[in-house]
């Protein structure tokens, strides 16, 4: 052994490396400048068929071998290449087995840091809002040379390797360097390629040893393997820019939004023994039914990956890839590019607001509650048995927020809605007494979430890309929608909890006892107004033993299908854009279940079949007049004819806009009524254009074909009224079409009348026109 050499040696960083305990392995490994040259150290534990390791060093133009000597029989090697001055240099290693074959090494500690310190100080402060793009397992090439670079964030870990099946698992062989001020740890290896299968390797207080996941990775096996996997998602060419060009304008608050929420996975079963149909499968399947029902948008429940099937993905470990089960990243930017050339909108279900406790995930990261709070009090939700992020660390808001801006920027994401936005928001949430920590000023406000969801409220508003975002808040939390300047959270819906909760009760009451409920029908109007809503009959509605909506519906069958009809049609002519889940718009009888399809199979049966067509043709109904979308969250847009007959269940409003005024009447009683009197705003006709009794949906045919002619006759309030048919347990819409026309012969019956006299001529006109509308009215209803 080369004695000078040796005592070049720093021995005690080696025993650290050795024992694998080293945080800075860059500042001894590789080549560096010593007294007399340069000094190249290299580690290869556990490769116990190498005979010799060259070091290839290129000066200039020219390449010179220097035969390495085994320092330490654990595999360390060292030499000195000699030179007076200080050089500039390259090199790469020649590695040779027993049996003479060779193989070249590139070296990964001879690579300078990739994250700068503008980047460090970014994450530090909580405003790296494109962290996802130097943290993770990013594929690069750094002076010329080809691989990945590993980025991760455990500032109280005592050393972090990467392993994978590139290095046998080995975490002495591929040890990361921390780097100043941030508590990362990073490494790039050279040679590595996408599809590398690869874990952190972290070293803890206590000689404890913990493999996890890559909070930043852009893959992941498919469950129950834990790996995550090296992916490019740079590739991906996108054909949607005339989608994503008009998205602002197709998703204006004043424009029509009917979400069709969707579970990937249970949508439809392939039939050839396959678990999942995989993302570009879906994709066609997905949008030819909503296209052929008239949906805008789908809301896809989570597919951020998630080690439990029956969690629905709302218990992510990782956050910044799509979920194995369907696919690879590119297959699933080919669902939404697939989806936006065909005009659908994609919202995509996300979760801030808990993660699950399996090891490999973000629990306990580095060994002590990196991500969540250390109290139990303020870092667990008993509710879910999930851990709490703590907002307030910097480092950890900036992964969430990066993460909902990533979806938007790198997947084409159209909206992002939060899921149980209300458990972040009260740190009491889902706890008793004794069970949380109240805030500074001694209340139950989580201020810290609240500045998290303002600060990605404020950063997504500059985006201004159209996209929308959406808080599922099921609290009277003021100002969720209202702008940050206006005091409010930022949001641009809000799901209406309130609503969905008091109509679906009243809806499961028989007809009979419902007029005893009838504020629960009108009470939503009381507040619509306070923020913008969404309405809502989510996945929530349908499962823990709720039942499905048809299945929730009072009567017999014939009842139920008539309830839900006229549920739906409610909540289309409620103010609030709207949500319905999967299944649930062909009247499934079975609560869902993520194992099985959608029950396609009863679209055989008449009533289902109806009952979908019925759905349908709501929805081109809802899309082509504008009266119910364009002043939703305009008080001017709603009034209010008849919410005081509670005895007869039967409610009587306007919807209006610039270009349009509709009647809607809604009769939630099992009884037709027939001539049944209603107050109108203005006289002239009036034209049922919508009803849920009609024979076609499956309803008894109570229904208005000739059009309605006001007459002067005071109800509700109003000088005017019609008398109608009512359906049971129906909604009919009715829009007015003006005043009423006078014949042609009228006005020549009455012609020299006053010819000569302007002001007469205009009298007598007038009055000719009331005289016709007084008749039209004795023949016409």
């Not at 790039?188 to 299968?197: S, T």
């Not at 994401?413 to 149980?420: F, K, L, S, V, Y």
Request: aromatic share 14%.
């Amino acid at each position: 052994m080369d004695k000078k050499l040796y005592k070049m040696m720093d021995w005690a960083r080696i025993e650290g490396l050795v024992y694998s305990e080293e945080d800075d392995p860059h500042s001894f490994l590789g080549g560096h400048y010593v007294s007399g040259g340069i000094l190249i150290q290299a580690y290869f534990p556990g490769e116990e068929d190498i005979d010799k390791v060259i070091a290839v060093v290129k000066t200039g133009d020219t390449f010179k071998e220097y035969t390495m000597e085994l320092m330490d029989e654990t595999g360390f090697y060292a030499v000195l290449v000699r030179s007076l001055t200080k050089i500039r240099y390259s090199y790469y290693f020649k590695i040779y087995n027993s049996e003479g074959e060779s193989y070249e090494l590139q070296d990964p500690y001879r690579f300078a840091p990739v994250l700068t310190d503008k980047d460090i100080a970014r994450l530090n402060a909580g405003i790296h809002y494109e962290a996802y793009k130097v943290m993770g397992a990013q594929i690069r090439k750094i002076d010329g040379v080809k691989g990945v670079s590993f980025a991760v964030w455990a500032p109280n870990a005592l050393r972090v390797s990467v392993v994978g099946d590139f290095n046998n698992w080995d975490g002495r062989r591929h040890q990361m360097r921390r780097l100043k001020d941030g508590g990362i740890f990073e490494i790039f290896i050279p040679g590595l390629k996408e599809g590398a299968v690869y874990k952190y390797e972290l070293k803890l207080k206590g000689d404890i040893i913990k493999f996890k996941s890559d909070p930043y990775g852009f893959g992941a096996e498919l469950r129950p393997a834990t790996a995550s996997i090296v992916r490019d998602i740079s590739g991906y060419e996108w054909t949607d820019k005339k989608w994503m060009d008009g998205r602002k304008e197709y998703q204006g608050k004043d424009k029509p939004l009917s979400i069709y929420e969707v579970h990937l996975g249970s949508f439809m079963k392939p039939e050839d023994g396959r678990e999942f149909y995989n993302y570009r499968e879906l994709a066609p399947r997905i949008a030819d039914y909503v296209l052929k029902m008239g949906y805008t948008h789908i809301e896809v429940m989570p597919v951020m990956e998630h080690p439990l099937d029956a969690s629905w993905g709302y218990q992510i470990i990782g956050y910044y890839a799509p979920t194995s089960r369907y696919g690879e990243p590119e297959d699933f930017m080919y669902f939404m590019d697939y989806m936006h050339n065909k005009g659908i909108g994609v919202i995509l279900d996300w979760v801030p607001a808990h993660f699950p406790k399996d090891d490999h995930g973000l629990s306990e990261f580095d060994g002590t509650c990196l991500y969540e709070h250390l109290d139990p009090r303020q870092g667990y939700h008993p509710h879910w048995k999930t851990s709490i992020y703590n907002y307030g660390r910097p480092q950890v808001s900036n992964y969430l927020l990066a993460n909902a801006l990533y979806w938007i920027k790198e997947y084409h994401a159209d909206g992002i809605r939060m899921d149980a936005v209300a458990s972040m928001l009260y740190l009491d949430y889902g706890k008793q007494d004794g069970q949380w920590v109240a805030n500074i000023y001694g209340g139950n406000e989580n201020l810290e979430a609240v500045e998290f969801l303002k600060h990605f409220n404020s950063i997504h508003s500059k985006m201004d890309d159209g996209a929308i975002v959406i808080a599922e808040e099921s609290t009277a939390w003021p100002r969720v929608s209202a702008s940050l300047d206006d005091d409010g959270l930022g949001f641009d819906y809000k799901w209406n909890m309130g609503w969905m909760n008091d109509f679906t009760e009243f809806m499961r009451y028989d007809p009979l006892f419902r007029t005893g409920h009838y504020t629960e029908l009108t009470f939503s109007m009381i507040y619509a107004y306070s923020e913008r809503f969404i309405l809502v009959f989510s996945h929530d509605e349908v499962v823990h033993g709720k039942a499905s909506m048809l299945s929730k519906m009072p009567g017999s069958n014939k009842d139920k299908f008539a309830n839900l009809r006229a549920a739906y049609g409610y909540m289309m002519t409620h103010p609030g854009k709207i949500l319905t889940f999967m299944g649930q718009d062909i009247g499934e009888w079975d609560e869902w279940s993520e194992e099985r399809s959608v029950q396609w199979e009863l679209l055989q049966y008449d009533e289902h079949k109806k009952f979908n067509a019925y759905v349908k043709e709501m929805l081109d109904f809802y899309k082509n007049n504008p009266a119910l979308y364009e002043r939703d969250n305009e008080i001017e847009g709603f009034e209010w004819i008849n919410n005081i007959s509670a005895n007869e269940c039967i409610i009587v409003f306007l919807r209006k806009c610039e270009s349009q005024t509709l009647l809607v009447v809604c009769n939630f009683a099992n009884i037709n009524r027939e001539k049944y009197k209603i107050g109108v705003p203005f006289a002239g006709k009036y034209k049922e254009i919508f009803n849920s009794d009609n024979v076609k949906y499956g309803g008894t045919g109570c229904v208005n074909p000739r059009v309605k002619v006001s007459k002067v006759d005071e109800c509700d309030g109003r000088d005017d009224s019609i008398r109608i048919s009512v359906g049971p347990l129906a909604v009919s819409v009715f829009r007015y079409d003006g005043p009423a026309d006078i014949k042609k012969n009228s006005a020549k019956k009455t012609k020299g009348k006053g010819d000569d006299n302007k002001g007469g001529k205009k009298s007598l006109r007038h009055e000719l026109e009331e005289k016709y509308i007084r008749e039209e009215r004795g023949l016409i209803d």
